[in-house]
């Protein structure tokens, strides 16, 4: 069983950056490929970005594509997420979540963390 622990969030202005956390405790952590999802109010859940176990490939949701970087630390147990030139429509709950398979849908992850609140405003 694989806990996740989101951090990071907060209040930035547009054109702001903010850098998310998320830590794994209770598995394997470099076996797993991570992901971030996030959902704002009213909206389905949507694929943000996911990165292999060794931490050497990545894949970005078109929408975040040369803003966000996605990285991890195997030695930390540590899932990153740098996001740079936030804008309003990027205001979410930020979720990661733990997987077996290289994917960009929800239900192909096992484990999930319990959010983190990230509010750009204008």
């Known amino acids: 069983q694989v806990q996740l622990r989101e951090s990071g969030g907060g209040l930035v202005r547009a054109g702001g950056s903010l850098r998310l956390s998320c830590t794994a405790s209770?598995?394997?952590?470099?076996?797993?490929?991570m992901a971030w999802f996030r959902q704002a109010p009213g909206k389905e859940r949507e694929f943000v970005a996911t990165?292999?176990?060794?931490?050497?490939?990545?894949y970005y949701a078109d929408s975040v594509k040369g803003r966000f970087t996605i990285s991890r630390d195997n030695a930390k147990n540590t899932v990153y997420l740098q996001m740079n030139t936030l804008k309003p429509e990027d205001t979410a709950v930020y979720y990661c979540?733990?997987?077996?398979?290289?994917?960009?849908?929800?239900?192909?992850?096992?484990?999930w963390g319990q959010g983190t609140q990230v509010t750009v405003s204008s």
């Open positions: 209770g598995g394997t952590f470099r076996n797993y490929y």
């Open positions: 979540a733990a997987g077996p398979i290289w994917s960009s849908v929800g239900s192909r992850y096992n484990y």
């Open positions: 990165i292999n176990g060794n931490g050497d490939s990545t």
